[in-house]
């Protein structure tokens, strides 16, 4: 780090946290905003996952100790590329962004996000963000545990059977059957259940229910109230 840069820990003053449930849609909306405020973005959960893959890359079955996936943080590092808003991880200084949201991850990454020091690990890399200028953050609890002086926070939420249909059509790039629906639905309540401790709504966060918003729709609400407080 050069004597110019901020200092770790150091945050500066625009931060726009927005939590909420899995596929709320956090981070598809909160790219999007900075992109129209001309700031940047850091998705939390996407360092929970990184931090995933990189000890899943080192072998062994799970469950691991918490020690050796905070040994395996220390390979993924992070890029800014130029044009881009948000921040990218790297595993070994290579592109993940393919791997991160497959099954394999999703399907550990609860485990590994209930462990103290890992999440040490990911609060410190969100304020270092943020020091470095200003930052639209997602997650679960960053208007609460790591940002609780933001400028402006949103809690987004969403009935489980629209979050479920959202999903299913990214995924699958088509509607889904009333099965896969309901398979969808399942799978995200029970991932609302194992991730209920670290999901919390800061008192003073703004609650956006997108069950019946477009996605244009939400990131114009969430981009004029940001602009509001700016
Ligand atoms: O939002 P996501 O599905 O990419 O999050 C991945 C996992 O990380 C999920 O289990 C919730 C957890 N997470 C968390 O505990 N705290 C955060 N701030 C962000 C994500």
Not at 169 to 192: G, Y
């Amino acid at each position: 780090m050069s004597a110019a840069e901020p200092a770790r820990g150091v945050v500066r003053d625009f931060v726009i946290a927005i939590d909420g449930p899995a596929a709320s849609g956090k981070s598809s909306t909160a790219r999007r905003v900075a992109e129209r405020l001309g700031i940047h973005h850091a998705d939390s959960g996407v360092l929970y996952r990184a931090a995933t893959l990189a000890r899943q890359r080192a072998g062994g079955a799970p469950p691991w100790p918490e020690d050796s996936v905070l040994g395996a943080t220390r390979e993924v590092t992070f890029v800014l590329s130029p044009g881009e808003t948000s921040w990218a991880v790297r595993v070994k200084g290579s592109s993940v962004d393919d791997e991160l949201h497959s099954p394999v991850v999703s399907g550990l990454v609860s485990h590994v996000a209930q462990m103290p020091r890992v999440r040490s690990w990911v609060n410190e890399q969100m304020r270092w963000f943020a020091a470095r200028g200003p930052l639209v953050v997602d997650g679960r609890d960053m208007g609460t545990a790591v940002f609780p002086d933001a400028r402006l926070k949103i809690f987004l939420d969403a009935h489980p059977t629209v979050r479920a249909r959202r999903r299913s059509l990214q995924q699958l790039d088509r509607l889904p059957s009333v099965e896969e629906l309901a398979a969808e639905t399942e799978r995200l309540t029970r991932r609302d259940e194992k991730d209920a401790t670290q999901t919390r709504r800061a008192p003073d966060a703004i609650v956006i229910d997108t069950t019946h918003l477009t996605q244009d729709e939400q990131v114009a609400q969430i981009a004029a109230l940001a602009k509001g407080v700016r």
